[in-house]
């Protein structure tokens, strides 16, 4: 199927790649191209299959869920991973959406919710459980800032980081301001550049944070 979401499990629990495996196959935009039982074998199953979209547990042998994430984000900066996880500890949570994670959900999760996860992640959005952005939230509002930027937000990026933070793509930004989806990526692109910020979760806890968008409207 064309626009087909290619997905990677990585989790060592074999009922919980099984369970996976048969949610993801009702989706019929969705198929899964391989598993991983350990942290190792996850990033040469990336580095072989180049999947859209990777599902990452934080505690799996060899490495741990952040050294993996690390290691294939310098292999491939643009990957798109979801961490699935039982685990809400802050020291688990901050240093994975800090390494990089787009996403990050808990396995007690709603199936819907991960659908819905899986495929925001993969449009390159934000989605975090409620629990975990509040909490984000809360240690961002610490007294560690982001380096001041040397130029400010534009008006316009301004704009753009509020639909950011409200979960919107780069094509849906550009309808809802009426510009080219390539004229918002740009824009995106811009708001990360001034702010030293990684990718759009960032940004959507950035404006979360600044008061710039609401919790309610926020994160996936």
Known sequence: MENEIRILICDDHAVVREGLRALISTEPDMTIVGEATNGESA??????????????DMVMPRMDGVETLKAILSEFPSARILILTSFSDDDMVFPAIKAGALGYLLKD??????????????????????SIARRLIQELTQPTPLPPTQEPLTEREMEVLRLVAKGYSNEEIGDALVVSERTARGHVSSILSKLHLANRTQAALYALREGIADLDAGIG
């Open 43 to 56: 990033v040469a199953a990336f580095r072989q299959l180049r999947p859209d979209v990777g599902l990452l």
């Open 109 to 130: 999760s709603m199936p819907e919710e991960l659908i819905r996860a899986i495929r925001s992640v993969n449009r390159g959005e934000a989605s975090l459980h409620p």
